[in-house]
């Protein structure tokens, strides 16, 4: 951001860039004055359009926003009652979304509709053309990459399988906890579960040797890199006319393909050793009973390419979305609800109950026995409710005009469903803004609401064609993790510190992160 600034400063400094900038400036001008005098003389405004806070000249509503905009959205959806709102950013018309009826219509009612997602030059040149699925727009191409991602590379039994390599990965952690434990030293919990997810995404999209080869570290490194671009602020796509400087185009365009380029060289390398190794993989499944080791992302993708005619550089869009998709949003699941068990001794101590009763003598905990614990899975879904990682889902654009509840949504209008502002909503949540995992155990208030995307006040994955595939192997790793360090470990915070004191201060991105790492005293349980 600091070279973006600074390019911006030096190429706004020019005299030719104050010209062009007065020019738009005026032309702006006499468009706003023409349209205010045509609006005067309009006997009866447009009551069918999605009510909009006041807002100001060029700016729109962008400086409503702030740092945390999922925070700064429900405060103004509050303020003026409306669960969808029609905001300007910049040149940018936005639709925001802030309770379960307006989320229905968009995600199922009118999903066809809502089912793309809106142009983005950043992914254009990281994404390789957007041919991954979370950014593509919707077409023949992404119903080919969903339908792929879906039957082929992490169906049920295809997560199932990675059962053994989520149990090994597990047991690295507990041996560094244990190592730091015996020497009574604090953990680094958030960088400790970052490696975890990082290594069993590593896992299974390249296989079991990716650790001794050393590419784990690389392609953490590179996608911490590469999320602040994805999610980054592109100032042209909210004032057009900013593109005859050619800020974005000269200096993070450059940086983009930079990163592509570092991607590309990794990527290209793993796709060449698969393919040399492929028939001598092949006989190694067909010789084994267990496919983990041998039947990664990369293999899946080699077997199918024919049948489903992708490129290399479709192939490696594709693996891109299980590093942007399965690394930090899982880490950052499981560190809230560290500190969630931490500041609520009562829920706590429950957990570990149930945990420990169920897993006694056991070194790692069979994942065969999570489903004898439903207050470990409540405690999971009442996480997700109060800290989405995603808390603004990823936005749809509208392909055409519908409308909602007598609201006429146009096309060509970007749509931010703000599921943090969902979950927290008193109208549908009893004790909204508290942590009570009983809500989700039989005889809770929301002892029906599944993950599955049909309750659409919970909303962790989203919902519709473009709900989260990855849903299941996130949901299976957070499960693996969590019931293991409350089985092995008791928790306290270094000396001098309270939990209640943690600071919850959080930086937006493609996943909304604590500012803070966490450090913890963990104990061997005796």
Same mark, same amino acid.
């Given at each position: 951001?600091?070279?973006?600034?600074?390019?911006?400063?030096?190429?706004?400094?020019?005299?030719? =860039?104050?010209? %062009?900038?007065?020019? #738009? @400036? $005026?032309?702006?001008?006499?468009?706003?004055? /023409?349209?205010?005098? !045509?609006?005067?003389?309009?006997?009866?405004?447009?009551?069918?359009?999605?009510?909009?806070?006041?807002?100001?000249?060029?700016?729109?509503?962008?400086?409503?926003?702030?740092?945390?905009?999922?925070?700064?959205?429900?405060?103004?959806?509050?303020?003026?009652?409306?669960?969808?709102?029609?905001?300007?950013?910049?040149?940018?018309?936005?639709?925001?979304?802030?309770?379960?009826?307006?989320?229905?219509?968009?995600?199922?009612?009118?999903?066809?509709?809502?089912?793309?997602?809106?142009?983005?030059?950043?992914?254009?040149?990281?994404?390789?053309?957007?041919?991954?699925?979370?950014?593509?727009?919707?077409?023949?191409?992404?119903?080919? =990459?969903?339908? %792929?991602?879906?039957? #082929? @590379? $992490?169906?049920?039994?295809?997560?199932?399988? /990675?059962?053994?390599? !989520?149990?090994?990965?597990?047991?690295?952690?507990?041996?560094?906890?244990?190592?730091?434990?015996?020497?009574?030293?604090?953990?680094?919990?958030?960088?400790?579960?970052?490696?975890?997810?990082?290594?069993?995404?590593?896992?299974?999209?390249?296989?079991?040797?990716?650790?001794?080869?050393?590419?784990?570290?690389?392609?953490?490194?590179?996608?911490?890199?590469?999320?602040?671009?994805?999610?980054?602020?592109?100032?042209?796509?909210?004032?057009?006319?900013?593109?005859?400087?050619?800020?974005?185009?000269?200096?993070?365009?450059?940086?983009?393909?930079?990163?592509?380029?570092?991607?590309?060289?990794?990527?290209?390398?793993?796709?060449?050793?698969?393919?040399?190794?492929?028939?001598?993989?092949?006989?190694?499944?067909?010789?084994?009973?267990?496919?983990?080791?041998?039947?990664?992302?990369?293999?899946?993708?080699?077997?199918?390419?024919?049948?489903?005619?992708?490129?290399?550089?479709?192939?490696?869009?594709?693996?891109?979305?299980?590093?942007?998709?399965?690394?930090?949003?899982?880490?950052?699941?499981?560190?809230?609800?560290?500190?969630?068990?931490?500041?609520?001794?009562?829920?706590?101590?429950?957990?570990?109950?149930?945990?420990?009763?169920?897993?006694?003598?056991?070194?790692?905990?069979?994942?065969?026995?999570?489903?004898?614990?439903?207050?470990?899975?409540?405690?999971?879904?009442?996480?997700?409710?109060?800290?989405?990682?995603?808390?603004?889902?990823?936005?749809?654009?509208?392909?055409?005009?519908?409308?909602?509840?007598?609201?006429?949504?146009?096309?060509?209008?970007?749509?931010?469903?703000?599921?943090?502002?969902?979950?927290?909503?008193?109208?549908?949540?009893?004790?909204?803004?508290?942590?009570?995992?009983?809500?989700?155990?039989?005889?809770?208030?929301?002892?029906?609401?599944?993950?599955?995307?049909?309750?659409?006040?919970?909303?962790?994955?989203?919902?519709?064609?473009?709900?989260?595939?990855?849903?299941?192997?996130?949901?299976?790793?957070?499960?693996?993790?969590?019931?293991?360090?409350?089985?092995?470990?008791?928790?306290?915070?270094?000396?001098?510190?309270?939990?209640?004191?943690?600071?919850?201060?959080?930086?937006?991105?493609?996943?909304?992160?604590?500012?803070?790492?966490?450090?913890?005293?963990?104990?061997?349980?005796?």
């Amino acid at each position: 951001m600091a070279d973006l600034a600074q390019q911006f400063m030096r190429e706004l400094t020019a005299p030719r =860039a104050w010209f %062009l900038l007065l020019i #738009h @400036l $005026l032309l702006w001008a006499v468009r706003y004055t /023409f349209r205010a005098k !045509r609006a005067r003389k309009r006997p009866v405004p447009d009551a069918h359009v999605p009510p909009s806070p006041p807002a100001l000249p060029v700016l729109g509503h962008l400086h409503l926003l702030g740092s945390l905009p999922h925070v700064s959205l429900r405060t103004l959806a509050t303020k003026h009652g409306a669960d969808l709102m029609l905001l300007r950013l910049g040149a940018m018309p936005v639709l925001v979304v802030s309770s379960p009826r307006a989320a229905e219509a968009v995600l199922r009612t009118h999903d066809h509709v809502f089912a793309s997602r809106p142009p983005s030059m950043f992914a254009d040149v990281l994404m390789y053309g957007r041919s991954d699925i979370g950014f593509a727009p919707y077409g023949d191409y992404w119903r080919k =990459a969903k339908k %792929l991602i879906t039957t #082929h @590379l $992490l169906t049920a039994k295809r997560v199932q399988s /990675f059962c053994h390599a !989520r149990k090994e990965e597990v047991s690295v952690v507990m041996a560094q906890i244990g190592e730091a434990a015996a020497a009574g030293t604090a953990v680094n919990v958030s960088d400790l579960l970052g490696c975890f997810t990082n290594d069993l995404v590593c896992r299974a999209v390249m296989g079991k040797s990716s650790r001794s080869e050393g590419r784990n570290k690389l392609f953490r490194e590179l996608a911490a890199d590469t999320s602040p671009i994805l999610a980054g602020f592109n100032i042209e796509e909210f004032f057009p006319f900013l593109a005859h400087f050619g800020v974005a185009s000269k200096v993070v365009r450059a940086k983009s393909q930079r990163l592509r380029k570092r991607w590309d060289k990794l990527l290209d390398r793993l796709i060449d050793d698969h393919e040399s190794k492929n028939k001598v993989m092949a006989a190694a499944v067909a010789a084994s009973q267990d496919e983990d080791d041998n039947s990664d992302f990369i293999h899946i993708l080699l077997s199918v390419r024919q049948e489903y005619g992708l490129t290399r550089e479709q192939m490696k869009a594709i693996l891109l979305d299980a590093f942007f998709g399965g690394i930090d949003t899982s880490s950052a699941v499981l560190e809230y609800t560290i500190i969630e068990l931490l500041q609520r001794p009562r829920v706590m101590t429950k957990l570990r109950a149930e945990v420990r009763s169920r897993a006694k003598g056991q070194g790692i905990v069979s994942e065969g026995d999570l489903n004898s614990m439903p207050y470990l899975r409540a405690v999971i879904k009442e996480s997700l409710r109060l800290h989405p990682v995603t808390p603004l889902l990823a936005p749809h654009f509208s392909m055409d005009s519908c409308s909602i509840d007598g609201l006429e949504v146009p096309a060509g209008v970007r749509v931010l469903i703000n599921a943090w502002a969902i979950g927290r909503d008193a109208r549908f949540w009893e004790d909204a803004e508290e942590f009570a995992p009983e809500r989700f155990l039989d005889g809770g208030s929301a002892a029906q609401v599944r993950l599955r995307g049909n309750d659409f006040h919970f909303l962790p994955f989203s919902a519709g064609r473009r709900q989260c595939p990855g849903m299941n192997f996130a949901i299976a790793a957070v499960e693996a993790m969590l019931v293991n360090l409350v089985h092995r470990f008791d928790w306290e915070m270094p000396a001098g510190k309270d939990a209640r004191d943690i600071d919850m201060s959080e930086e937006f991105g493609l996943v909304v992160h604590r500012k803070q790492k966490l450090h913890l005293v963990l104990k061997l349980c005796v």
